[in-house]
């Protein structure tokens, strides 16, 4: 069976501040694709990054940065110097197979992240 | 590029009441879900089509809930009747279909229908 851990519901900070949210994930598939996306107060799931089982390379786009590590099956995101309009929820996610009818995502329950001023 | 468009964005019906949500896709992208989205949840998915095909639909009640993509682009979900657990947001997603590897691409969701059920 596949799932996604958010173990943490809800972090707190002030604006600048690092951030981390972590995700962990259980699967017996060799072929996954692991992804975050954000939801702002809108309503909409943002797209945000999408990885490879294949590829652990760590990612730093802007103030984001991804840490993958399949020995500990985590994906965690880290905000650096935080901002207002990062305060949003984050939901990793998690597809598996590599086969024609394998592409449903199977997302974590979110963690709210909210930045004040 | 135009995202994925839904309406209507909110709904508010009393149960037993039919309600329908409609989704158009982005342009070239074959491959639609409808996803659920509870209070405090992540989506499940509903369903999800190839072109018109309903290739998994599992998890979709069928003794309410009905969909349809005719023509391979638009899409309607039905609910008839709703009930008061049926309140939720209602995402539509769409991806392209990678011809070598034959796996979806990124998942791109539209802005959700809530649905609430008084």
């Known amino acids: 069976a596949q799932k996604v851990t958010q173990a943490q519901t809800e972090i707190s900070v002030v604006e600048k501040e690092d951030v981390t949210l972590d995700c962990v994930y259980e699967t017996r598939d060799t072929t996954y694709y692991l992804f975050w996306y954000k939801q702002p107060p809108s309503g909409e799931l943002v797209f945000l990054i999408r990885r490879n089982s294949f590829d652990e390379q760590n990612e730093i786009s802007g103030r984001y940065s991804w840490n993958f590590q399949k020995s500990t099956s985590s994906f965690n995101f880290t905000i650096t110097a935080s901002q207002v309009v990062d305060s949003a929820v984050y939901f990793c996610?998690?597809?598996?197979?590599?086969?024609?009818?394998?592409?449903?995502?199977?997302f974590g329950t979110g963690t709210r992240l909210q930045v004040f001023p | 590029e135009a995202g994925v468009v839904q309406s209507p964005r909110y709904k508010i019906i009393e149960k037993k009441q039919p309600v329908a949500f409609w989704c158009n896709p982005i342009?070239?992208?074959?491959?639609l879900y409808w996803y659920r989205q509870n209070l405090g949840q992540g989506p499940e998915l509903l369903i999800r089509?190839?072109?018109?095909?309903?290739?998994?639909d599992s998890q979709l009640p069928k003794d309410r809930f009905s969909a349809e993509r005719l023509k391979g682009v638009d899409s309607t979900l039905k609910i008839q009747p709703a009930e008061l657990g049926d309140s939720a947001v209602y995402l539509c997603?769409?991806?392209?279909?990678?011809?070598?590897?034959?796996?979806?691409?990124?998942?791109?969701f539209g802005p959700g229908t809530r649905l609430t059920v008084l």
């Open positions: 342009s070239g992208h074959n491959t």
């Open positions: 997603a769409s991806s392209r279909r990678l011809m070598i590897s034959g796996m979806g691409d990124t998942q791109y």
């Open positions: 089509y190839e072109n018109e095909e309903a290739v998994d």
């Open positions: 996610a998690l597809s598996v197979g590599s086969s024609y009818n394998t592409d449903k995502l199977i």
